[in-house]
């Protein structure tokens, strides 16, 4: 591999003549190594058959250099050695910094593509079905505690379990690791009923232990984390018997068994830190349809569990492998390329099927009138809103813009795009603009408060309402005092509601609220959507709207043109 970037070092340098002359001290500055290293990368290369070189003796005197090979045929080289080692970084690396053509661009994703979907083998007289998927995001850590991706609560819900869990229909929740479960008639004291011989992927019987454990860890962590105001809302847990567990509320709150059915609530085992000294964000152990048996920096491997207490998945094993950039699905040929891809990103092809989940991704930004400046002023944030909002229907106000200082617009590096944007179209009509970006933790912290804009985003899924009071409750943060009041009283109403349609109607006013009196400006949304070949079967989304990968299963070979 490492020749083989040599090589490309080197013809990007001087390939373009047929045979050019040069020095081995030049060679080496190219290639980042001394004179002696030079020499020895050349006699390998002549040794490869690659290169043509008529030394001339004496140092500094010049000789002559020949290629003889495309760099095309090298770089491919490179993409199928790094594949053959499951080393994709390696290859996406090549495709990136050697892919100077499309056509090229083309055959080297097309060796990738066939990296991944569907694999079968014959392992001791047993057919092992690997199913190998990417995600564009890097994945650090699978702890419920400390997750902040979407795709590690993706790998997350294969790997833990909840007390309960959403059904596919939306808000119809029901038993997960609780079999059943009750309420006193405060609604504060909850009390849940365990399944009996659930295994942990360690062996060990899931207990209700393991239940208090989980939810103290949630209690008394320091973390600024997703749904932090409604477990932080509990009073005691209590072990009553090894299956029977009581969570008592400080208050009543009818997001709580929502809250039960997300990834952060998932149950883990409280032996497995303390007495194997095991880091549970990688190297995880949960009672769910999959364990982790691998994970590197850009490669997670999980493998069945077949004792689930739900029934065995049907896949054997499935690699993720995080790919950073975006790969057209329907490009490669339908019989190498992925069988399952989510959010493909080209159009539709006639050998794709395509399913569209009820989840969905919204941008949007606000407006920080906690913040002494011009956006206190209704009119300054109405002109900037028409300003947004025309240029994305191709006109601008013909109102000039206010006389104000910079605008700072905050944001995360994931939503860069959208800030940068969002300050190209408000310079074009008069404003002057700045954009921070910082990390997700640093965005929960005083960089908010202190912009003048800040750029949101909100995933939909069937934890919508969960999501949407975490956001309201972020987002009255930045708003004046009376408006804040007003937004504060609404939330506490939807606590309080146990219907969850009513609930939606009061949040969709608070939605109004904030867009009328411009507080609140909706960028766009996008649909999740799965892309998958017509031998996919079982194709089902789970809560949030990704593939559920227990229920993916493929026919045969001999059967699946049929």
């Known amino acids: 591999m490492k020749l083989h970037s040599q090589y490309l070092k080197l013809h990007s340098r001087y390939g373009s003549a047929a045979e050019v002359t040069v020095t081995l001290d030049e060679l080496a500055q190219t290639l980042g190594c001394t004179h002696r290293n030079a020499l020895h990368v050349v006699n390998k290369m002549v040794q490869q058959s690659w290169i043509v070189w008529t030394s001339s003796r004496g140092r500094g005197r010049r000789s002559t250099l020949r290629f003889l090979l495309p760099s095309e045929e090298i770089a491919l080289q490179s993409m199928k050695q790094a594949i053959s080692r499951k080393d994709i970084l390696s290859s996406i690396e090549g495709i990136r910094d050697h892919a100077r053509s499309s056509s090229l661009q083309d055959t080297l994703q097309g060796w990738l593509l066939a990296y991944f979907g569907h694999h079968s083998e014959m392992r001791s007289d047993k057919q092992i079905d690997t199913l190998r998927l990417p995600v564009t995001q890097q994945l650090h850590t699978f702890d419920p505690l400390y997750m902040n991706l979407l795709a590690e609560s993706f790998v997350s819900s294969h790997v833990f379990d909840g007390l309960l869990r959403q059904s596919g229909e939306q808000n119809v929740i029901g038993p997960g690791l609780a079999h059943a479960w009750e309420a006193d008639e405060s609604r504060t004291t909850w009390t849940f009923f365990l399944r009996k011989e659930v295994l942990f992927h360690h062996g060990k019987v899931l207990g209700a232990?393991?239940?208090?454990?989980?939810?103290?860890?949630?209690?008394?962590?320091?973390?600024?984390?997703?749904?932090?105001?409604?477990?932080?809302?509990?009073?005691?847990?209590?072990?009553?018997?090894?299956?029977?567990?009581?969570?008592?509320?400080?208050?009543?709150?009818?997001?709580?068994?929502?809250?039960?059915?997300?990834?952060?609530?998932a149950i883990v085992p409280r032996d497995w830190e303390g007495a194997r000294g095991t880091d549970l964000g990688r190297q995880p152990a949960g009672t769910g349809p999959f364990k982790v048996t691998e994970m590197h920096e850009h490669l997670c491997v999980l493998e069945v569990f077949p004792y689930y207490f739900q029934g065995r998945a049907h896949l054997d094993r499935v690699e993720i492998i995080y790919v950073p950039w975006e790969i057209d699905a329907s490009s490669a040929d339908s019989g190498a390329a992925f069988h399952v891809i989510q959010n493909p990103s080209a159009p539709e092809s006639s050998s794709w099927s395509r399913m569209h989940s009820?989840?969905?991704?919204?941008?949007?930004?606000?407006?920080?009138?906690?913040?002494?400046?011009?956006?206190?002023?209704?009119?300054?944030?109405?002109?900037?809103?028409?300003?947004?909002?025309?240029?994305?229907?191709?006109?601008?106000?013909?109102?000039?813009?206010?006389?104000?200082?910079?605008?700072?617009?905050?944001?995360?590096?994931?939503?860069?795009?959208?800030?940068?944007?969002?300050?190209?179209?408000?310079?074009?009509?008069?404003?002057?603009?700045?954009?921070?970006?910082?990390?997700?933790?640093?965005?929960?912290?005083?960089?908010?408060?202190?912009?003048?804009?800040?750029?949101?985003?909100?995933?939909?899924d069937q934890d919508e309402q969960l999501r949407l009071f975490d956001l309201y409750q972020t987002l009255s943060r930045h708003l004046d005092a009376h408006t804040r009041g007003d937004i504060e009283g609404m939330l506490h109403r939807i606590s309080r509601e146990p219907d969850p349609h009513v609930r939606a109607e009061i949040f969709q006013r608070i939605e109004k609220r904030l867009t009328d009196e411009h507080h609140l400006h909706i960028l766009y949304e996008k649909p999740t959507q799965t892309a998958y070949l017509p031998s996919v079967r079982g194709v089902t989304f789970n809560s949030q709207g990704w593939v559920d990968l227990r229920h993916i299963w493929f026919p045969p070979e001999d059967l699946k043109a049929r």
């Open 358 to 460: 009820e989840s969905s991704t919204r941008k949007f930004v606000t407006c920080n009138t906690h913040k002494k400046g011009p956006l206190s002023d209704p009119l300054v944030r109405g002109h900037l809103i028409s300003c947004l909002q025309g240029a994305a229907a191709g006109n601008i106000p013909e109102v000039s813009a206010p006389h104000v200082g910079p605008l700072q617009i905050a944001t995360i590096p994931q939503y860069g795009g959208d800030a940068e944007d969002i300050a190209l179209k408000l310079t074009a009509a008069g404003y002057s603009c700045r954009v921070v970006t910082v990390s997700p933790e640093e965005f929960k912290g005083s960089i908010r408060l202190e912009s003048d804009l800040i750029v949101f985003s909100l995933f939909r």
């Open 209 to 265: 232990e393991d239940v208090v454990y989980s939810f103290e860890r949630l209690m008394q962590t320091s973390q600024r984390t997703l749904y932090s105001y409604i477990f932080k809302e509990i009073q005691a847990v209590t072990a009553l018997s090894p299956t029977t567990v009581q969570i008592q509320l400080k208050k009543p709150n009818e997001l709580f068994l929502p809250f039960l059915c997300t990834s952060r609530a």
